[in-house]
């Protein structure tokens, strides 16, 4: 098993940048690929980004796409989410998630370890 521990939200002006990071506790780090996920008020969470487990491979949903960049550190345990050029619609709790998979998936029912999340708030 892991647990996902994120950190690294704020708040931040449009055009602004920020970091998270999702450190993950267990030994089995390796063996799963991982994603983030975003959920803004009233709607229902998304699929981000996500990675596999070496950090070959990623795929990232349309809107964030030239924007964000996900990576991961096996060594560290630790994935990371650097968040570029950041719109108010970016706006959201932003939840860390191991996959069951190790190959890269967008599909929410492959995740089964999520963090608590992260408040990242953009500002116009």
């Known amino acids: 098993q892991v647990q996902p521990v994120e950190s690294g939200g704020g708040l931040v002006q449009a055009g602004g940048s920020l970091r998270l990071s999702c450190a993950a506790s267990?030994?089995?780090?390796?063996?799963?690929?991982m994603g983030w996920f975003r959920q803004a008020p009233g709607k229902e969470r998304k699929f981000v980004a996500a990675?596999?487990?070496?950090?070959?491979?990623?795929s990232y949903t349309d809107s964030v796409k030239g924007r964000f960049i996900i990576s991961r550190d096996n060594a560290k345990n630790t994935v990371y989410l650097q968040m570029n050029s950041l719109k108010p619609e970016d706006t959201a709790v932003y939840y860390c998630?191991?996959?069951?998979?190790?190959?890269?998936?967008?599909?929410?029912?492959?995740?089964?370890?999520w963090g608590q999340g992260t408040q990242v708030t953009v500002s116009s």
């Open positions: 267990g030994r089995t780090f390796s063996r799963h690929a």
């Open positions: 998630a191991a996959s069951t998979l190790v190959v890269v998936t967008t599909t929410t029912s492959f995740y089964n370890f």
């Open positions: 990675i596999n487990w070496s950090g070959g491979s990623t």
